[in-house]
């Protein structure tokens, strides 16, 4: 990350392992024409949690949003805000496939959900934001049949419902249903949304910068070119960057780190040919006018 100029950077990270924790970093630093903001959000084994965040910090990293796929993990997440006060904000979401590892995993239902819904209230004063992870995915061997995609749908739109209830923003997932999640989107009256790793038609996503979302995408788009179309598309001021780390690094075989961040926004400016500051500063911009609760706890 270079340290003179730093965007907010959106940045989700998954893992099939069990132990970990989905947790994103906000970060603010001095410039010389003011402030900027780095967000941040990524999955780290609870071990090795010390170990990311030095190496987060020392690209400029100060504050992590930390993010569930699972209500298990809600708990937990919030415990880390209470280990890190002023660094972590906790993101409660419940993802569209569930599982306790890779071998295992099957698509939500209603019941996967049902444990959660107490925690959203609870901690309504606490999080920032709902997801990541909620949305769908289609991919046909979690969704076989008919009935498990209504199903998700279902838990999808309750989430949404929630996030209106409490004023927060999605950050959502979409996986081989990218049509039918901007449209449940927008059948919900969602304003505030970052589809995170978004691999859609560009006409879909279209629809989405239509109603105001924000797109997010993280360092192994530099290894592949199929999103090139969908970059140059999507305007720059709906444009977050993230890098799903531990997956999605510019290494697939080495663990994927917030570290990384830099390289989606230098990326996105070689595609849109401009240059690599323009992108970091609009994408701050994106970043501070979806993530409203986190602006309020920024480092004076």
């Given at each position: 990350?270079?340290?003179?100029?730093?965007?907010?950077?959106?940045?989700?990270?998954?893992?099939?392992?069990?132990?970990?924790?989905?947790?994103?970093?906000?970060?603010?630093?001095?410039?010389?024409?003011?402030?900027?903001?780095?967000?941040?959000?990524?999955?780290?084994?609870?071990?090795?949690?010390?170990?990311?965040?030095?190496?987060?910090?020392?690209?400029?990293?100060?504050?992590?949003?930390?993010v569930t796929e699972k209500a298990s993990e809600f708990e937990r997440v919030?415990?880390?805000?209470?280990?890190?006060?002023?660094?972590?904000?906790?993101?409660?979401?419940?993802?569209?496939?569930?599982?306790?590892?890779?071998?295992?995993?099957?698509?939500?239902?209603?019941?996967?959900?049902?444990?959660?819904?107490?925690?959203?209230?609870?901690?309504?004063?606490?999080?920032?934001?709902?997801?990541?992870?909620?949305?769908?995915?289609?991919?046909?061997?979690?969704?076989p049949h008919a009935q498990q995609r209504e199903e998700q749908q279902a838990?999808?739109?309750?989430?949404?419902?929630?996030?209106?209830?409490?004023?927060?923003?999605?950050?959502?997932?979409?996986?081989?249903?990218?049509?039918?999640?901007?449209?449940?989107?927008?059948?919900?009256?969602?304003?505030?949304?970052?589809?995170?790793?978004?691999a859609g038609r560009p006409s879909v996503a279209l629809e989405g910068v239509?109603?105001?979302?924000?797109?997010?995408?993280?360092?192994?788009?530099?290894?592949?070119?199929?999103?090139?179309?969908?970059?140059?598309?999507?305007?720059?001021?709906?444009?977050?960057?993230?890098?799903?780390?531990?997956?999605?690094?510019?290494?697939?075989?080495?663990?994927?780190?917030?570290?990384?961040?830099?390289?989606?926004?230098?990326?996105?400016?070689?595609?849109?040919?401009?240059?690599?500051?323009?992108?970091?500063?609009?994408?701050?911009?994106?970043?501070?006018?979806?993530?409203?609760?986190?602006?309020?706890?920024?480092?004076?």
């Open positions: 990350m270079h340290s003179a100029v730093l965007p907010w950077l959106l940045v989700v990270h998954k893992s099939d392992r069990p132990a970990v924790v989905l947790s994103s970093v906000y970060d603010t630093t001095w410039l010389p024409a003011g402030k900027s903001f780095v967000i941040t959000f990524f999955f780290c084994v609870l071990q090795d949690l010390d170990d990311v965040i030095q190496r987060a910090k020392q690209a400029g990293v100060k504050t992590l949003v930390s919030i415990q880390l805000s209470k280990i890190y006060p002023g660094l972590v904000a906790p993101c409660l979401g419940i993802h569209p496939v569930q599982g306790p590892g890779s071998q295992d995993l099957c698509s939500v239902t209603v019941q996967d959900l049902e444990p959660a819904l107490p925690l959203f209230q609870k901690y309504r004063e606490d999080i920032v934001a709902i997801g990541e992870q909620i949305g769908l995915d289609f991919t046909p061997w979690y969704t838990v999808f739109r309750k989430q949404l419902q929630i996030s209106k209830e409490l004023d927060l923003p999605v950050n959502v997932h979409s996986r081989s249903a990218a049509k039918v999640t901007i449209g449940i989107l927008k059948e919900q009256g969602i304003t505030r949304a970052l589809l995170h790793n978004f239509q109603m105001g979302y924000y797109f997010s995408f993280p360092p192994a788009v530099c290894r592949n070119e199929q999103r090139v179309r969908l970059i140059k598309q999507i305007p720059l001021e709906h444009i977050c960057l993230e890098t799903d780390s531990p997956a999605l690094g510019p290494d697939k075989h080495v663990r994927n780190e917030p570290k990384n961040i830099s390289l989606s926004s230098e990326y996105i400016a070689q595609v849109k040919g401009i240059p690599p500051e323009r992108v970091v500063e609009t994408t701050t911009q994106n970043a501070l006018k979806l993530f409203p609760g986190i602006k309020t706890s920024t480092p004076k």
